[in-house]
């Protein structure tokens, strides 16, 4: 197990003295004098160019990160994961996501057995399956075909299938319209419900561990819906079937195992969409688009372990993350789709990224010395720009940005895909360079008002810049390419995690949560606050008590 050995203080140490060096440095001014930059500071991968020039950097601070990654163990723990160590030390697992969309090697032996077959021997049935859906052959228990599809499942079991399936929405079947339950507030299911009939829906009860309280309540109900639509017990093999790790429980469950799409426990949740939780995604957009969602996937993977540290897209991702989550006090960051249909990416990765590396002990059950995981967030622009932009132009706080931009747009409407295209470039620049008090002054426009003298609005419309961003360009939002995406993703929240020297594969702080709302859960049902939870939690209970239904 090559968990590291000792603490890579002094490379941290250096990084620290970088960052205070370039802060009386402007990014604008690392292109002043480096007409280059813009080319040393890009590169590709997987089909996916990365431009990382617009950032806090120049050659010694880069060359310091790499050091730190080298340090850190990073190409070590790579090669750990890929070859099926049990990098997931908390829990015992393999981390093996990668060997899901591998397509190419012929075997791939873990713990003496080869996972490969087994993984082609499960992808065929989830194929075989979603073609019948997809050709019609798959018939509801009145004979009709079906129109509907809804996705029952939280968190990995969600997030990764309904993003995708939203992204590559040109690329869905006309007649299957897609439908995603995860909340266990009533209203996301009654919604879907509202809309589709019970003899041409077909539910998939998604659940690695098949034990998700959300998941099973609206399994449930979807089931009596089902039945109180006229159907018989019989009738449920036509219209439901899981996906999940645990067989046992989907029988208990009453869905028959013949109806089961099983996966692996070294297929983390919220890695899952590449195995048979991506049924949706396959029923939508086909075997073929699924298996070129794996190929863009794998591409990246390949450059992810072979490529040296310096050009190795998600290492440098993630050095720039921690050059700004740990050496420019940066608490968030902001991950901006230029794309309508990558709307769903932010919240994906909300969860990748922060239920990966939103930890606060090391690998070794020590304190952490130095920040972890920032907080994720984002929504496309340009609807951003009349919202939060704001902020990230002119508030106190630094965000440090992803730009990502389809270079080719996916519909033929004239004139939209320049202006979006003109967008995204205008912000990163923007933020980048700025506007000085001077420059504000000698605007014309607005005049001041009474209580504002020019020189306090020349102010107000002034811009500090120095704002960094990466910009991630796609050539077109395909399977492929939001494949190499998400994988990119992927390994920059793992190569994190190594330098942060936490467990990016675990999930315990989601525990106590449960816990507690299994306590008061009980309690409701008993209709009783419990006498054992603090007054305000207790006050709050017996209010909501008192209006119940
Ligand atoms: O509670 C968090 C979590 O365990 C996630 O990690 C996971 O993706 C989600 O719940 C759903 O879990 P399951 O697929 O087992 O229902």
Redesign the pocket.
């Known amino acids: 197990m090559s968990i590291r050995q000792q603490d890579p203080a002094v490379e941290w140490a250096a990084l620290a003295s970088h960052a205070e060096r370039l802060k009386k440095i402007a990014i604008s001014e690392h292109f002043k004098a480096d007409p280059e930059r813009a080319t040393k500071y890009s590169l590709e991968a997987a089909g996916l160019y990365l431009d990382y020039s617009k950032n806090r950097l120049d050659d010694q601070a880069r060359g310091a990160l790499l050091d730190l990654a080298q340090a850190s163990g990073v190409a070590a723990r790579r090669e750990a994961m890929f070859a099926g160590e049990r990098i997931n030390v908390t829990e015992n697992r393999s981390v093996l996501h990668t060997a899901l969309r591998d397509l190419t090697s012929t075997t791939l032996e873990v713990d003496a057995g080869d996972i490969l077959g087994p993984i082609r021997a499960v992808r065929e049935r989830t194929f075989t399956f979603s073609e019948r859906v997809r050709s019609g052959t798959w018939r509801g228990y009145t004979g009709k075909s079906i129109t509907d599809v809804v996705n029952i ?5 969600d997030l990764g299938p309904r993003m995708v399936c939203e992204a590559l929405r040109n690329f869905a079947h006309p007649r299957l319209r897609m439908h995603f339950v995860a909340n266990i507030d009533g209203a996301a299911l009654a919604d879907v419900l509202a809309k589709v009939d019970p003899q041409r829906t077909l539910f998939i009860v998604a ?3 098949f034990t ?1 309280i959300e ?1 099973l309540t609206n399994a449930h109900t979807a089931r009596a819906w089902f039945i109180s639509g006229g159907a018989e017990e019989r009738d449920i093999a036509r219209h439901f079937v899981a996906v999940s790790s645990n067989s046992e429980a989907v029988r208990a469950f009453g869905i028959d195992p013949q109806n089961m799409f099983p996966f692996w426990d070294w297929v983390g ?2 890695y899952s969409l590449w195995s048979s939780i991506g049924l949706p995604i396959m029923i939508s957009i086909g075997p073929e688009n699924f298996e070129q969602l794996l190929r863009g996937a794998h591409a990246m993977d390949q450059h992810f372990r072979n490529a040296p540290l310096e050009s190795n897209m998600p290492v440098l991702l993630a050095l720039i993350g921690v050059w700004y989550r740990n050496f420019h006090d940066a608490a968030s960051m902001a991950v901006l789709p230029y794309s309508e249909h990558l709307q769903r990416l932010p919240a994906y990765l909300q969860q990748l990224d922060m ?1 990966s590396n939103g930890k606060s002990v090391t690998l070794q059950g020590t304190p952490v010395t130095h920040a972890t995981g920032p907080v994720i967030w984002g929504e496309p622009g340009t609807n951003g720009q009349h919202a939060f932009f704001q902020l990230l132009h002119q508030g106190t706080q630094l965000v440090p940005i992803d730009f990502i931009l389809p270079m080719r747009s996916t519909h033929s409407l004239v004139g939209h895909h320049d202006l979006l295209v003109a967008n995204c470039l205008a912000q990163s620049r923007a933020l980048m360079i700025g506007k000085s008090v001077e420059q504000a002054r000698q605007d014309s426009g607005t005049a001041p008002g009474p209580a504002t003298t020019a020189e306090q609005l020349a102010s107000h419309r002034s811009f500090a810049g120095n704002r960094p961003s990466n910009t991630l360009l796609l050539e077109r939002l395909d399977p492929a390419s939001l494949g190499a995406l998400i994988a990119l993703y992927e390994h920059k929240v793992f190569v994190q995690g190594v330098i942060w020297n936490v467990n990016s594969f675990d ?1 315990w702080g ?1 525990e106590l949560g449960k816990t507690v709302a299994t306590q008061i859960g009980k309690a409701m049902r008993a209709g009783e606050p419990p006498a054992d939870v603090d007054a305000s939690t207790r006050q709050l209970l017996a209010r909501c008590m008192a209006r119940r239904t």
Not at 153 to 157: D, Q, R, V
């Open positions: 499942g939280i968190g990995g079991s659940s690695k561990t998700t998941t949740g919220r239920e999930q989601v």
